[in-house]
């Protein structure tokens, strides 16, 4: 069953004959005409879980082009969806009325329903009610027209148009969308960047968390079912209580500690902030910093940081103490690191017999993830050089291993890079770990200012 075919299923068992757009007396309906395959477009892009705001305009000549924001393909950075609805509406309106386009629309998810009438733009998932269109015609009145929604168990029940007929929402659903690009024309939003007074790239992204990070904690089947989110409310709020200082200025920090990890709690002026996992280490690596991203979601107190160490190889790391340190990350190029890792996933290395490439039994080597790139976390060949066995919460019950892990072979210094990375038992795709073995995987770096 199509999504149309669900539609009239759900709306329309007994609907009339419908009504044709030149019979119809509803001069929206008939104005609106050229934009509901746009509509359609959307319903569908709800179906696949996007809800990000859609437009299109009317050029003098008649033709219809879709327009859409795009942003970086990380995905770093985006807008929330009422400043991406007020960039598009100061678009059109400046262009409308110099006569560039005849006509707009735009499309998002609003908070509209029957006892809320509000066309504003829904930013939680709990107000999520209808798709709103807001439009403006040459001819006829700005405003704005929705079509509430509901879920069930089989899906989206779209209700139709607000003020239209059975008649005219028929017509609406029975649009044919054909196999084209309806979006036509296309803006970059790019992501703020600067270079500050030492010469550091600041780069800000606005969509990033610590969800992977915790699922390298806690096992990401464990983290992403109801045992392990709510472990992590109840410690975030237990790390609340034990943060002292002025809580009404500045950030304070507090941690529940264990023997290998703790759990360390972000707040600013007295509002919780941020959870974070600290693997403890006495690893130290000199480093230049050339990049910091900085998470502007979270008030720039956490950001991946990147630069050279040893004056040889580069690294990118979460770094667990900016929120308290941010102003040295900011104004000293140069720091020395303690450096640790949060395994995702492990593995033992075999050899690829079948490949042209041949490595030694030494080789050791790390390579930026090309799945998650931006958080800091890298593809790796390593060798354990000795490992124990460690356990988090209070009842002991979140069982791991601390690995001390040779990332880079060197002749002349044995541990030139060689860092402790956790591992969760879950995360580990076979059983027994053995001093000397080969491992392979994807970790997260992380790092803090050694003092």
């Not at 499309?107 to 009438?117: C, G, Q, R, T």
């Not at 403006?136 to 168990?153: C, Q, R, V, W």
């Not at 360390?264 to 996992?277: A, N, S, Y």
């Not at 000293?332 to 290395?349: C, M, P, Q, R, Y």
């Amino acid at each position: 069953m199509g999504l149309f075919d669900f539609f009239n299923k759900k709306t329309n068992k007994n609907a009339p004959k419908e009504q044709s757009l030149e019979t119809s007396e509803n001069e929206l309906f008939k104005a609106l005409q050229p934009y509901y395959a746009y509509l359609m477009c959307y319903t569908g892009m709800q179906q696949q879980g996007n809800y990000a705001p859609i437009s299109a305009y009317e050029k003098p000549n008649g033709d219809i082009i879709g327009f859409l924001y795009v942003f970086d393909e990380s995905g770093a950075y985006s807008l929330n969806s009422d400043t991406v609805v007020e960039l598009m509406e100061a678009r059109f309106e400046k262009e409308l009325a110099v006569n560039e386009i005849k006509s707009y629309a735009i499309l998002y998810h609003s908070e509209f329903n029957d006892s809320n009438k509000s066309h504003k733009v829904a930013l939680e998932d709990d107000a999520f009610k209808a798709i709103s269109i807001a439009y403006n015609f040459s001819n006829l009145e700005k405003g704005h027209i929705a079509m509430p929604y509901t879920f069930d168990e089989e899906g989206i029940n779209y209700h139709g148009l607000t003020g239209y007929t059975n008649e005219e929402n028929n017509t609406v659903f029975k649009t044919q969308l054909e196999h084209k690009d309806y979006f036509q024309d296309r803006a970059t939003m790019e992501i703020p960047t600067c270079t500050n007074d030492i010469g550091l790239t600041i780069t800000k992204s606005n969509t990033h968390g610590l969800n992977n990070t915790w699922s390298g904690i806690f096992g990401f089947n464990r983290f992403n079912n109801k045992d392990g989110s709510q472990i992590l409310k109840d410690y975030f709020a237990m790390a609340m209580t034990k943060a002292e200082g002025d809580l009404d200025k500045g950030i304070v920090t507090s941690s529940i500690e264990f023997k290998d990890v703790d759990f360390k709690g972000v707040l600013q002026r007295g509002e919780p902030m941020t959870l974070l996992p600290v693997v403890k280490t006495n690893y130290v690596v000199d480093v230049e910093h050339r990049d910091i991203q900085e998470w502007e979601n979270v008030d720039n107190l956490e950001a991946i940081v990147s630069g050279k160490a040893k004056n040889t190889f580069g690294i990118w790391y979460y770094a667990t103490d900016y929120a308290k340190n941010r102003q040295r990350y900011l104004t000293e190029k140069k720091l020395n690191i303690h450096v640790s890792g949060i395994a995702f996933v492990l593995d033992i290395h075999t050899k690829d017999e079948s490949s042209e490439v041949s490595y030694s039994d030494e080789f050791t080597a790390y390579f930026p993830s090309k799945d998650v790139p931006n958080f800091g976390c890298f593809d790796f060949i390593g060798e354990v050089e000795d490992f124990r066995e460690t356990s988090l919460l209070d009842d002991d019950s979140l069982k791991g291993y601390i690995m001390t892990v040779r990332l880079i072979t060197n002749e002349e210094v044995k541990d030139f890079f060689t860092i402790d990375i956790y591992v969760t038992s879950e995360n580990m795709r076979f059983e027994t770990l053995t001093k000397g073995l080969k491992v392979t995987g994807m970790f997260q770096m992380q790092g803090c200012i050694a003092n």
